[in-house]
Each structure stands twice: as structure tokens, then as C-alpha cells.
């Protein structure tokens, strides 16, 4: 890392055909053969696209073994976001009889069709990996995950006595007959349903209980944790199956399946009905786990009539429900990955922090200076938590405003700006209370920051305030001179190790007056904003992207050098997509990293042959998003970095920022190192073909394997041992 650091005319929907992979293992390939204007992959395929990539890095063996197990777990917990968000809104569609076609032009109903496909291999395919790859491994390694049947004596004699002192007293069965009804069954929740034989009356039905588990009980227990030799582990629905006999005296268990049901977590608000959007949305938190059902999970085995029962009860047809040879819920092994054993996880990975920032006392000498940016992870984000902290602390500085989207349990952030207002600075938050999934922790923080005097706002009516910007307004000389940090990532340290992001800093008026604005706009009252250096959404982004695209198609067709490089984590805008067709026809080259969902397809004779498409998935998330336009004939590059995917939602319900990288030092790095490297990757990158499949980067036998992730990992070290 160097030391600082006309809208284009869309295509008619007349003209648009629609074509969409089918699954990540035979995809529908586009039929090219007749003239076409344009062509689209289904969004909620894309995505399962993705998932299927990070499955494979749980099933290559070259990835050490307890992250293989991690990149399993993240799996089920990306699908369980799926469900309970998209799934849910094709579901919604289907019964509101809406008609409304996907980009791709499929309607709801067919795409949950494709979808339950996709689902089921590659849940099948994840369970596969579970019992015939990572369980033979574990073991391999002395860490075994026992059922009860495979307990010796001694284990359960421990697994019992653990029953009677800690699942035992939390536990509370449910009988299910007619004068006990059946229970609210919270979202994700884990349940056991238990069928029962009275000796006494073998003749009559069986009875059914249900024992729900609290979620304060580990999923997965470690056998006798204090003893010696090899480390045995047991699920806890296994562990309340075996001793399930002792909650039901008189009864013989028939049999007992542990299950757990998926809810549409969606929130529904109606920002201008809402007078106390804060307390609005704390009611519709509690609503959340009564969501309608759009999946079921139960292990296979359970009795036909009480499979039946469960599903009349959710309302659930049975294309929705998931019969697992296995345990449910396998984000529960996540928990493997605290095992001591380095020898099976990556090498220890610290970030540096060595930038000119690294001495917090003169932040803002510096960024006098000159610009700075970092590369997280490989960087360090100490320096994002020293700008505020700073701030805080700084008696020359009077004011700080603040976007937050997600943000860590115990953020530093937070609390300097508690520190700055009780300071007597003015501080200003806006607080986005619709994170997805960070409702709850928004709200926290919120309440936290009023109570101290910060001026809390939730930003435009009808828009989620997505961008991340850091405004610090400090006294020098006469006057007032203005900060602004500006990044791809939330302001959250813990997140900032896992995901790959950049961050920007710098004093240039035209930037921080830019910001400045957008404060005011968000804060304030201002219909159409105008931003000078900003792209900034819903106001000019859309527009400025599609002028940005158009640009590089009329100097190819006038015979220029035209070149389009953009990284992002999601491409779905139907019109952004026509002028990358568009611009790819003038002969721009155009090459894209789209981490997860694309709608685009790559490679396609007389429409996108100039087009290239690859996800990254690796040891980090790929998460920063970066714009690259040559701009022949209109001096330097167009260089833009910030929060926006090319998305309808990013351009036009969210607040966001795209900012232009200025300095001519970054704006090489930007090019020449972010781009040339991750454009190099054949490890860890896929190429996205015409048909959907994302392949592996072809190279020969003598090409050396390279991997982006390693490469930015091998530099930070080379720039600490530099800097000491």
C-alpha cells in the first residue's frame, strides 16, 4: 500500500430476453442462436450460485480442516437469511397473486419451483460433505462427534449425569392433544417432537409432545471437556433424545426428531405512518418470531401422521420442508472452530498498522498533508477508531457526525461519540434502525446515544442509510477546517478482520464540503442536493454511473481506448446491465468482480463477448467496491470507491456514497495493484460462463497458483517489517 493513501439509452423491455440457470450443476444455457438485445440470470439462482461456491471450499481439501468446517457452517447461515427474506417474498408474491416477473422475466411461483430444486442438491450436497468428508477428517484427527448409539460406558455415564444438571431444569415438555393446543414455535428455534406409547392403552393413538430447547444451551456439548486424550463432542438433540424417556414417566418413547422452523423475518414499516419509527420497530422485532413459516427442517425417520401434524399446523406444503440426515442446523459446528488446534486452521493473520495514521496524537497534521487509504484487513482499522477517538478528545474540534449500519457489541465508535457530546462537542448520529438482522443492536445504540445528548436521526423517510462516512469539524487559525473518513465497510472492528474493505481519508474541501452536504440533506430538510465530487444515492448515483458507461462507449466507437473495471458484491440493475451490453458491443473491454449475485451474462457472441465476469471467495469476504474508467480523451481515470452495489435498492432506496480517489499515488494503487492483483487470482477466483456455471480460472500445467488474498496477506507483512 503506497504511503497515502447524458444518461446511455436503455434497451426496450420489448427487446429483452430473458434466460436463467436452472441450477448451479445445469444451468439453462441462453438460446443465442436467434438476434437478442440482451439476456439475464435469475437473481435468486445467482445467489444459490454463490452458496454453492462457498460449499466447495468447505469440501477442498487444500483449505485447512476447522475452516473447511466454518465455510460449512456459513452455508446454513446464509441459507436461513435466504429463506427467511427472499423465499419469503416469493411466497408473499405467490399469495398476493402478483405478477410482477423477475429481472430474468420468471415469474414467483416458477422461481421458487428452481429454487427448491437448487436448495435441495445443494443440501444434499452440504450434508454429503459433512458425513463423508469433515466427520472421516475429524475424526482422523482425534475430534470425534458422537451419536448416542456410539457412546462407550464411561461417555454415558457423563452424557446422562450432563442431562441431569444442566438440560434437564431448563427443559419444559409440551403435550400436544386436545386440551393443550399447539405451541408458537419461535423463528429458528430448536424443538424435539416426541411420540409416546402408553403401555396401558396400546391400542389408542399415540401421544406427541414437544420439548422446545432453550437457546441459552450449547448446541454442541464437549464430552467430559476437563479429561485427556481425544476431544468427543455430541449434538444436544442427541443428548435429549436418549434421556427424553425421563421427562415422560409412564410413557415408552416410539421416537424422537429434533426440528426447527424458518419465518419470514422481513420487517414491515410504514416510515410516515410510524410516529416513533424506534418503538415501531421494537414491536415489529417481537412480531418476527410469529412470521409466517417458509421452512421446515426435521430429521428423517419422524412418523408420516406427525410429519403431517407439523406441516398442517405451519401451513406448509412440502416442497418447503427438508428432511436431514443429520443434525439440524448445521451453523451449530461453528463452534468447532474454537478448538485449540492451529494446526488446522490458517496461519495466525494480524493486520498491520503502519500507515501514516499510526500515530493517533497527528491524524489530523497528516491528513493535512495529504490523503490517506487503507486496505482492510490487511491494514488495520485501529486508525478508523483513532479518528473518532481523536475527535472525541480533541479540544479543538466542535463537531462530529456519524453514519452507523452495523456495528460491533462493544463499539469504540459509540463510545467516543458518547465521549465527544458529554465532551460538549456537537454530535450528530444517524443511526440506520433497519439493518437487516442488527434491529435489535441498532436500537441499543440509539437509546445509548440520546441519553448521553447526541442528536440521533434515522435519515430519508423510505430510504435505509447505508453509506459510511465520518465528518470531524476542528478550529485551525481563523476558521474551521473539515475531516472526513469515507469506506466500503461498516464502522465495526470485529467485522473489519473478516471482511475486505477500504477506507479514505482525507481533507480536500471538495470532498469534505461534499460531505458536509450530505449530513445536512439527511439531517435536514433538501429535496434535490447537489454534490460536486460525491456520487451519492438516490439523488445523482444511477445517473452518474449510466454517463460514467456511456462515456467509455462513445470513445470506443470513436476509435479511443476504453476500459471498464468494477468489484462489487451484487450486479442486478436491469439498465446498468443494458449499457454494460451496450459499451460492450463498442468494443469497451469490461471487467467485472462480482463476489455474489449477477444478472449478467458474460461472454456472449455480438452482445457481452467483451465482458468478464469472476467472484473471489476466500479466506476474507470480498466486500469493498471499486470503479474503474479509463476515460481516454477526458484526462485521468475515473476512479471511484464506497458502499454502493449496482443494485436497484443501493441506487434508489439507499443512502449511499460513491467518492472519487484523488490523489494521484492511490489512484495507481487502486488500478495497477487492486485490480491487476485480484484480476491475477487463479486459486481462489471462478469465471462466470454463459451458461451460469462459475468455473475455475483455466491456466497450464507450468502457471503457478496465485491467490489475491495471500498476496495482499504476503505484502502486509513485507510493509511492517519495512516500516521497523
Not at 468455473?695 to 507450468?702: D, G, K, M, W
Request: include cysteine.
Amino acid at each position: 500500500m503506497p504511503k497515502r493513501k447524458t444518461r446511455a439509452k436503455p434497451i426496450p423491455d420489448a427487446e429483452i430476453r430473458a434466460t436463467t440457470p436452472l441450477n448451479t450443476a445445469s444451468p439453462i444455457v441462453p438460446d443465442l442462436a436467434k438476434p437478442a438485445k440482451a439476456a439475464f440470470f435469475n437473481r435468486e439462482l445467482s445467489w444459490l450460485a454463490f452458496e454453492r461456491r462457498v460449499l466447495e471450499h468447505a469440501q477442498n481439501e487444500k483449505n485447512p480442516l476447522l475452516e473447511r468446517v466454518k465455510f460449512l457452517a456459513i452455508v446454513s447461515s446464509n441459507l436461513d437469511e435466504f429463506f427467511e427474506i427472499r423465499v419469503a417474498g416469493l411466497i408473499q408474491q405467490v399469495d398476493a397473486e402478483l405478477a410482477e416477473p423477475s429481472i430474468d422475466g420468471l415469474g414467483a411461483r416458477e422461481q421458487l419451483r428452481r429454487i427448491h430444486s437448487v436448495v435441495a442438491s445443494l443440501v444434499e450436497d452440504q450434508y454429503r460433505c459433512w458425513h463423508e468428508q469433515l466427520l472421516p477428517a475429524l475424526a482422523e484427527e482425534s475430534i470425534f462427534i458422537k451419536t448416542a448409539k456410539e457412546l462407550s460406558a464411561a461417555e454415558l455415564s457423563w452424557v446422562r449425569n450432563y442431562f441431569h444438571e444442566q438440560v434437564y431444569p431448563v427443559l419444559t415438555p409440551l403435550a400436544l392433544d386436545q386440551s393443550h393446543p399447539f405451541p408458537q414455535l419461535g423463528n429458528k428455534t430448536l424443538n424435539v417432537v416426541v411420540s409416546l406409547d402408553n403401555p396401558e392403552t396400546p391400542e389408542a393413538e399415540n401421544a406427541v409432545a414437544l420439548l422446545p430447547v432453550p437457546r441459552i444451551l450449547p448446541r454442541l456439548v464437549a464430552i467430559d471437556p476437563t479429561g485427556t486424550g481425544p476431544q468427543r463432542f455430541i449434538f444436544l438433540t442427541e443428548v435429549i433424545k436418549l434421556c427424553a424417556d425421563e421427562l415422560f414417566p409412564g410413557y415408552k418413547i416410539r421416537g424422537a426428531h429434533a426440528f426447527r422452523v424458518t419465518r419470514n423475518s422481513d420487517l414491515y414499516i410504514d416510515e410516515e405512518e410510524a410516529e416513533n419509527l424506534l418503538k415501531k420497530i421494537e414491536e415489529e422485532l417481537r412480531n418476527l418470531r410469529r412470521g409466517a413459516a417458509v421452512r421446515l427442517e426435521i430429521e428423517d425417520g419422524v412418523e408420516e401422521p406427525i410429519f403431517s401434524k407439523l406441516c398442517e399446523h405451519l401451513d406448509l406444503s412440502h416442497e418447503y420442508v427438508f428432511r436431514l440426515n443429520g443434525p439440524i442446523n448445521l451453523l451449530r459446528v461453528m463452534s468447532l472452530s474454537e478448538i485449540q488446534r492451529p494446526d488446522l486452521k490458517y496461519t495466525p493473520f494480524t493486520p498491520v498498522n503502519c500507515s501514516p495514521l499510526k500515530e493517533p496524537e497527528r491524524i489530523f497534521d497528516t491528513l493535512r498533508q495529504h490523503d490517506v487509504m487503507l486496505h482492510h484487513p490487511y491494514d488495520a482499522f485501529t486508525p478508523v477508531v483513532d479518528f473518532v477517538e481523536q475527535a472525541a478528545r480533541d479540544p479543538q474540534v466542535f463537531a462530529i457526525k456519524q453514519t452507523l449500519y452495523r456495528t460491533s457489541g462493544d463499539s469504540p465508535i459509540v463510545r467516543s461519540l458518547i465521549e465527544a457530546s458529554r465532551n460538549g462537542k456537537q454530535v450528530t448520529a444517524l443511526v440506520e434502525l433497519k439493518a437487516r438482522f442488527d434491529e435489535a443492536n441498532n436500537i441499543q445504540w440509539a437509546r445509548q446515544l440520546e441519553e448521553a445528548g447526541v442528536h440521533v436521526v434515522y435519515g430519508l423517510v423510505g430510504h435505509k442509510t447505508h453509506c459510511k462516512c465520518s465528518l470531524v469539524v476542528r478550529h485551525e487559525g481563523k476558521g474551521m477546517r473539515r475531516y472526513v473518513h469515507l469506506g466500503t465497510g461498516n464502522y465495526n472492528p470485529r467485522t473489519a478482520r473478516l471482511y475486505t474493505d477500504l477506507s479514505y481519508f482525507t481533507a480536500r474541501e471538495e470532498i469534505t464540503s461534499d460531505a458536509a452536504n450530505l449530513f445536512n440533506s439527511l439531517t435536514g430538510l433538501s429535496r434535490s442536493p447537489e454534490f460536486e465530487q460525491l456520487l451519492v444515492a438516490p439523488f445523482n448515483l444511477h445517473r452518474r454511473i449510466q454517463e460514467l458507461i456511456q462515456r467509455e462507449t462513445d470513445n470506443a466507437e470513436a476509435g479511443r481506448p476504453a476500459r471498464i473495471m468494477c468489484q462489487m458484491n451484487s450486479l442486478v440493475d436491469r439498465e446498468t446491465i443494458n449499457n454494460l451490453y451496450t459499451a460492450s458491443q463498442a468494443g469497451v473491454q469490461i471487467d467485472l468482480i462480482v463476489r455474489g449475485i449477477c444478472c449478467l451474462v458474460p461472454g456472449v457472441r455480438g452482445l457481452s463477448e467483451n465482458i468478464s465476469v469472476r467472484s473471489i471467495v476466500g479466506r476474507f469476504l470480498e466486500h469493498a467496491r471499486a470503479f474503474y474508467f479509463l476515460n481516454d480523451g477526458g484526462g485521468d481515470p475515473r476512479i471511484f470507491l464506497g458502499s454502493a452495489d449496482w443494485m436497484p435498492r443501493n441506487f434508489f432506496r439507499r443512502i449511499e456514497v460513491l467518492f472519487p480517489v484523488l490523489d494521484p499515488e492511490l489512484r495507481q494503487w487502486v488500478s495497477q495493484e487492486l485490480f491487476g492483483i485480484e484480476l491475477q487470482d487463479n486459486e481462489d477466483a471462478r469465471i462466470l460462463h454463459s451458461n451460469g456455471a462459475y468455473l475455475p480460472v483455466e491456466r497450464t500445467p507450468s502457471t503457478p497458483s496465485f491467490s489475491a488474498q495471500h498476496y495482499f496477506i504476503a505484502t502486509s507483512g513485507q510493509r511492517l517489517r519495512g516500516n521497523k
